[in-house]
């Protein structure tokens, strides 16, 4: 039985990226009838692979300590600081995970989109009480995704940040709002979604499951790099300066309700130098 992660690459691959079945057994090393039994199911395998240890997860925490120092450092001097007396490809492996955690992000380097390809996601926490009935409030969150190319805003406000809420939150707004399912999601650690461990991003098993039923793949940032989902970040600033002010909601329901009334109007904004509107 192929894993969850394997599962939801196949279908991305097949229906983002439009390859062959023959092509994407080659590259995850499946037969081409796991690739065909994965596309011909809609939910997800029940299977979880079990974690294997390591001789260097001992060691780890040094390294960890010796990159937050010097996030340049050549693995053979951490080998020789930290006592390394193995092998020295399994250290080497290891800090090539755990390095790019460190690595400060490059000033320099700036993001391209293509129509259709990405869409920015975060959650927004509005700086207003809402009724929640029975006489509580509450600052429910906001699902916002900012389209890459054209800059379109769509957003919701969902009971909470966890995993089905959040999830049916993106249900609400590809189908409902955007009309369609963008080729790669970008988000940040957020906890129902996925975070980096040991060096490299890892959704979690109901966020996986979820994007391999879109089809789609998940770009997570990497800790320590706001400017990564920049476009999202200014959204979420522009809806607390251009929609919020000057407005009182009964409901999370009545927030949702202006929320999308407003959008519309937001989003016919000229944007960048493309002029998309």
Known sequence: MISVEDWAEIRRLHRAEAMPIKVIARRLGVSRNAVRRALARDDPPRYQRPAKGSCVDGFEPAIRELLREYPSMPSTVIAQRVGWQRSI????????ELRPVYLPPDPASRT???????VQCD??????DIPLGHGHVGRPPV??????????????????RQAPDLIAGHWLLLDGHLGAVPRELVWDNESAVGSWRAGRPKLTEEFDAFRGVLGCG???????DPEA????ERANGYLETAFLPG?????PADFNAQLWAWLPVANQRIVRRIGCA
């Open 229 to 232: 989902k920049g476009i999202v």
């Open 89 to 96: 490809t399994v250290l080497k492996d290891r800090v090539r």
């Open 123 to 128: 959650l927004w926490f509005p700086p207003v």
């Open 247 to 251: 407005r009182t909601f009964t409901s």
């Open 143 to 160: 699902l916002v995704m900012a389209a890459g190319y054209s800059r379109m805003l769509f957003a919701t406000m969902i009971p909470s």
């Open 112 to 118: 391209t989109y293509v129509a259709g390809h990405r």
């Open 218 to 224: 998940v770009h997570q940032c990497r800790p320590g």
